[in-house]
Structure formats: C-alpha cells, structure tokens
C-alpha cells in the first residue's frame, strides 16, 4: 500500500495544478475580453481624423473658452 504521506502530496499537487490551470483559461479570458473591449474603442468616431470644419468649430470653441476664462480672471482682452 502508499505511504499516506505520498497519497497526500501528490493529491495535493495534482489538485494545485488543476487550480494552476483554471486560473491560467481564466487570465486568458480575461485578456481577450480586454483586446475585444480596445478593438471596440479603436472604432469609435472619436478616434477618426477631424474634417476641416470640425476642426474650425473646435479652434472656435477654444477661443471662446479662452476669453470666458479671460473675462472670469478680470482681464481685458
């Protein structure tokens, strides 16, 4: 018969290696799940160049910020 002392060491490291695997699928998964989720945000519009005019309107909405900041710090312009 086994030494209970061998029983119990190989259980134990058989049962170490069946977590050691599950929570090696489990990173796996989550790594894909965070690839899938910067795919995703790589396809949003934000991302995309601006057209000519969008890029006005953003210089126009820049300047406007500036003035109103201006104008709260008590500088004229």
Do not use: C, F
């Amino acid at each position: 018969m086994a030494n209970p002392t061998l029983l119990l060491a190989l259980t134990t490291l058989i049962g170490l290696g069946i977590v050691a695997m599950t929570v090696l699928a489990i990173w796996q998964g989550w790594l894909q799940l965070k690839l899938h989720e910067l795919d995703r945000t790589r396809d949003t519009p934000e991302t995309t160049p601006l057209t000519s005019h969008a890029r006005i309107e953003l210089a126009d909405v820049k300047e406007r910020l500036r003035r109103l900041e201006a104008i709260a710090a008590g500088v004229d312009l």
